[in-house]
């Protein structure tokens, strides 16, 4: 008995890989793109935005009966493999997509340290990878396989100045930032520069710097609020934002703050307790306020799975849509190498991409050219749209 | 200028009322037991997060009572629970090495092992999101030539010196205060002269645990961002601060809490804030260096 029962479950095991191998071969119109993300780990809300947003793709697109390529239709099949927000699974996961499930693409991995190692995989092996959501300039660098749908790091310092330059037409900033977080510590100086360059030398009155550890911030805040600043730059991530800005009020500091995308979470009103209400900060996409493709994107979503979609949801719906359009622009010959680079080439030509989070266009390097957004923080807590900006 | 130092004044004492808060727990402990009780920051944690429960209990339930009603029962309340929380540390970690006679090392590892446990525990129950502390009642900003002051911040202040005050009449003018002294001076010669030293000892946590659960409301109320490893660095530094002040004196603690709050504002006010630790700590042992028994610390046993 547990003889014949090992041996049927023997068979099974050994008939598995064939019965999904004649699956895949039986359909010969199927477009598979590989998805690179974290599906445990940390932060795995973060992959779970990227699959959500792929499932809208897929699901609307093979409702219609598959994308049309050169006059034929294929149907999508998306392959999700989960690299546990580690740096070393997101290499296995690439291979994994390139060698074993050869897929046309891949999307992911959404963050930096991920999308460094499995960039260079995807790099060596001549497969287009496109990231979501890595802001990191090393990810695409010199890797002409390698895309990005966001903008880079660097991007938002001098769109956030020329905003507020508009906005509130001050000349004296304030800038406080997070010693120990590279992201924080680079923001401020960019923002430095950037001000100092319209306002000229000396405008920013104030650049004081806290520990990761710090909870009392009173001796800065004291000295900026006795500065002669009229806005405070505060590139932090939101859980500090959140420490920081009620302790500026106590200090007697009236005037605006402008934040970076690390504002972006829906903790920071809450634990603000509404205190950055009428703030503004600069990112990616704004769920408040958003009109047309976005807007039906963000209805989609939520009627779905129940909540308003996040940077890196947006970030990826575009990112896959990406893909298509070049794998449509490049057309398929049937020869995965050769497809493979013929989109690769398709995606550096793409010269306008009316994305849900704004308009791009590639550099040659595979970042893209597109607007941040400037969102504020309304009366209601939430982040509402105020400008589409470019540096 | 002149409006600039006198705010960094207040705001040294505010930082430096909770370190000198914390501080005591140490020393009290530490005069009565010979034990660091390196949990002591994590006790303070802890007592953060039950004002938290408690307080957003009382605002959700007691709706409409007066702010200062809520807090003083928030205040009562938390000081019970973090009471038990200590005295359930007391018994289940360190009252079974005592009895073994366990040598002091192990005790101290004892400690800072639970400090962790409470820590990693917290993290792992509650998760790892952070908390917003609620208001219990409105803040007010007053100013006054060019400096800003907060209720909550005179609160801090005025509380901290009331605490030590109270601890200093508790310990030098009560019957229960000479007692502990008395342990402080021989452990093994008490119990012969009829004086319960477990009950002594119990008194001793219960009074740690309440300043510590005193600093935690007011800590929250001030920094209201609430996180599982907020005590921990608190702690250490308290720590070092009761040891400049001559830890097992109360006073020493009490002016050791301040003395390191007012070098932290003071270096961020004129150097980078990465150098605070590094010049705060340099200026703590050259103190010790000089007096390595602290301000206050004596070379005989007669601690606390």
């Known amino acids: 008995m547990r003889k014949a029962l090992l041996a049927v479950v023997a068979a099974a095991l050994l008939l598995m890989p064939t019965v999904l191998f004649a699956n895949g071969q039986s359909d010969e119109k199927v477009i598979k793109i590989g998805f690179n993300i974290p599906l445990t780990g940390d932060s795995p809300k973060v992959g779970e ?88 300039p090393n990810t695409t660098l010199d890797r002409p396989f390698v895309f990005r749908a966001c903008f880079l790091d660097p991007f938002q310092a001098p769109v956030a100045v020329k905003f507020a330059d508009s906005e509130f037409g001050v000349e004296k900033a304030a800038i406080m930032y997070n010693l120990e977080d590279d992201y924080s510590k680079t923001l401020a100086g960019l923002f430095k520069d950037s001000w100092e360059a319209i306002n000229g030398p000396g405008s920013v009155v104030a650049f004081e710097s806290y520990g990761q550890k710090d909870q009392d911030f009173s001796v800065q805040l004291t000295k900026i609020a006795a500065s002669d600043a009229e806005l405070l730059y505060l590139p932090s991530f939101y859980n500090k934002v959140a420490m920081i800005v009620p302790q500026a009020k106590d200090l007697g500091w009236d005037k605006p703050v402008m934040g970076s995308d690390s504002w972006g979470s829906a903790d920071l009103v809450k634990l603000s307790e509404g205190a950055v209400k009428g703030y503004y900060f600069t990112t990616h996409y704004a769920a408040a306020g958003a009109k047309g493709a976005t807007k039906e ?95 | 200028m002149f409006s600039t130092l006198l705010q960094n004044l207040f705001n040294a004492l505010q930082w430096g009322s909770f370190y000198s808060m914390i501080a005591l727990g140490y020393c009290l402990v530490y005069g009565v037991l010979r034990l660091i009780n390196f949990a002591h920051g994590d006790i303070f944690m802890m ?86 502390f609620p208001d219990m009642f409105g803040k007010i900003v007053f100013q006054f030539a060019g400096v800003s002051l907060t209720n909550y911040k005179i609160i801090v202040i005025v509380t901290a010196v009331l605490a030590f005050a109270l601890l200093n009449l508790i310990v030098n003018s009560t019957k229960i205060g000479m007692a502990m002294r008395a342990v402080s001076y021989d452990k093994f010669a008490i119990p012969l002269m009829g004086i319960p030293l477990n009950r002594i000892i119990t008194f001793t946590f219960i009074l740690g645990s309440s300043l510590a659960a005193v600093a935690g ?69 050259v103190i010790l260096s000089v007096k390595p028994t602290g301000f206050f610390g004596v070379a005989k046993s007669t601690k606390i």
């Open chain 2, 47 to 132: 007592a953060c997060y039950f004002a938290f429960f408690i307080a957003s209990w009382f605002l959700g339930n007691l709706a409409g009572m007066p702010g200062p009603i809520i807090f003083g029962l928030t205040m009562i309340l938390t000081m019970v629970a973090t009471s038990g929380l200590g005295l359930f540390i007391e018994r289940v970690a360190y009252r079974p090495l005592r009895k073994k006679g366990a040598h002091r090392l192990y005790v101290v590892i004892t400690a800072l092992m639970l400090g962790f446990i409470l820590e990693n525990g917290n993290l792992a129950v509650l998760g790892a999101s952070s908390r917003r």
């Open chain 1, 297 to 391: 994107f963000i209805d989609t979503y939520n009627a779905k799975y129940g909540y308003v979609p996040d940077d890196v949801g947006a970030l990826s719906f575009d990112a896959v849509n990406i893909v298509l359009q070049a794998i449509q622009d490049a057309g398929l010959t049937g020869d995965l190498k050769a497809d493979r680079v013929a989109i690769k080439d398709a995606m550096t030509a793409i010269t306008s991409y009316p994305g849900i989070t704004g308009n791009m266009t590639f550099t040659p390097e595979g970042d893209p050219i597109k607007d941040a957004v400037v969102v504020k923080v309304n009366d209601a807590g939430e982040f509402e749209f105020v400008a589409n900006l470019q540096p």
């Open chain 1, 49 to 136: 935005g990227t699959k959500f947003a792929a499932e809208i793709i897929k699901e609307q697109i093979n409702g219609e009966g598959g994308l049309e390529v050169g006059g034929e239709k294929y149907m999508l099949d998306f392959i999700y493999v989960d690299n546990e927000l580690k740096a070393e699974s997101a290499v296995s996961a690439a291979y994994k997509l390139i060698e074993q499930d050869q897929v046309l693409a891949i999307v992911g991995p959404d963050t930096s340290s991920r999308a460094i190692p499995a960039g260079q995989v995807a790099n060596d092996n001549r497969t287009p990878l496109i990231s979501p959501w890595s802001t990191n």
């Open chain 2, 217 to 285: 409301i007011l800590f929250g109320m001030s920094y209201p961002v609430l996180d599982p490893y907020m005590g921990m660095i608190i702690g250490w530094k308290a720590f070092i601060a009761a040891v400049v002040g001559g830890i097992g004196d109360i006073k020493g603690a009490f002016l050791g809490g301040f003395i390191l709050g007012f070098i932290e504002i003071i270096v961020v006010a004129f150097f980078p804030s990465s150098y605070k630790d590094l010049i705060a700590f340099v200026i703590l042992l």
